[in-house]
């Protein structure tokens, strides 16, 4: 899976992953207008496997968060 993150220099860690190269290019120039603040487009060069996160799903289906699959005894 190819994605791109969004890095305000100075700010958190970033959580949404773009899937085009374009939709972080515009929510970058977005941030930028918004703060003035360097913006960094960040892309992935290697990946260490772990355990799967779940996306979860609201009514409509807007995206609710990610949590960690919990084990079933």
């Known amino acids: 899976m190819e994605f791109w ?4 220099a100075g700010r958190v860690a970033p ?4 899937e085009s190269f374009e939709s972080a290019i515009t ?7 918004a703060t003035g603040r360097e ?3 960040l892309k992935p060069v290697h990946k ?3 355990r ?6 609201g009514k409509g289906g807007g995206k ?3 949590v960690e699959p919990r084990q079933v005894a």
């Open 48 to 50: 260490i496997e772990g």
């Open 52 to 57: 799967k996160l779940i996306s979860l799903k």
């Open 64 to 66: 609710l968060g990610q």
């Open 5 to 8: 993150m969004v890095w305000v």
């Open 27 to 33: 929510e970058a120039e977005r941030i930028k207008h």
């Open 15 to 18: 959580k949404i992953l773009h």
């Open 39 to 41: 913006i960094y487009i």
